[in-house]
């Protein structure tokens, strides 16, 4: 079966570093997303990769392995807006999109 | 600003009475998805528009209906809600659902339907 693993919950400190890790077992692969879900809200794009290595955005960055079937989300200088759930989603062969189940981040003064 | 708007974004309902959640976009995308997300859950897909071309997932119950009469407008009608069926209901688009390019195929989430069933 197709299977994406994260933690369900996470809390780091404002100003600090966290990152959320996404295993997946999915049949192929045609690219991860990582999106952002604040509490009874929709979710909304944050990242996108399908080569293997980095991509930065601003105070986010997002890794992939994809030999590894690793990826994991970055967040610097967190701020207490980051509190949210965090959900990693990978597009498989049929381009169908393959959901984890979120880590919940909580950010504590 | 282009966008997807859901209405209600609240919706209470007794067992078993129809309810109907709608959808708009103002993005042109061609796709439009229904998910269904439960508390601390990962959204489940119901189903999706490939333009006019309308798929079911194989575990959506017969329960849910939806309709696309044009590109900008989908519907989720719940013809006999249980108890079971209370979550949120979130409407998303996308440019396009086969051969990822850059761009392609991330999702934009309207805000959501509350749905409770008393």
């Known amino acids: 079966g197709q299977n994406i693993d994260q933690p369900t919950e996470m809390t780091a400190t404002e100003g600090a570093i966290v990152q959320i890790n996404c295993t997946y077992q999915?049949?192929?692969?045609?690219?991860l997303f990582w999106y952002q879900q604040h509490a009874g809200e929709a979710p909304t794009f944050l990242s996108y990769n399908v080569l293997d290595g980095l991509e930065e955005k601003g105070r986010f960055s997002s890794f992939l392995s994809r030999s590894k079937g690793y990826s994991y989300l970055l967040l610097k200088e967190l701020q207490m807006k980051d509190s949210a759930s965090y959900l990693c989603?990978?597009?498989?062969?049929?381009?169908?999109?393959?959901w984890g189940a979120g880590t919940k981040l909580i950010i504590k003064p | 600003d282009a966008m997807v708007i859901q209405n209600p974004r609240y919706q209470v309902t007794q067992f078993g009475k129809p309810v109907t959640l709608s959808c708009s976009q103002t993005?042109?995308?061609?796709?439009m998805y229904w998910y269904q997300q439960k508390s601390s859950q990962a959204p489940k897909l119901l189903f999706h528009y490939y333009d006019k071309d309308f798929n079911n997932e194989a575990d959506t119950p017969d329960n849910f209906q939806s309709r696309r009469p044009n590109t900008s407008f989908c519907f989720l009608d719940i013809r006999s809600p249980g108890l079971g069926d209370a979550a949120m209901y979130l409407c998303?688009?996308?440019?396009?659902?086969?051969?990822?390019?850059?761009?392609?195929?991330?999702?934009?989430f309207g805000a959501g339907s509350r749905l409770t069933v008393l």
């Open positions: 993005l042109n995308h061609n796709v």
């Open positions: 999915t049949s192929g692969f045609n690219g």
């Open positions: 989603a990978v597009m498989d062969s049929n381009y169908q999109l393959i």
């Open positions: 998303a688009t996308s440019r396009e659902a086969q051969g990822a390019t850059s761009g392609a195929n991330v999702l934009t």
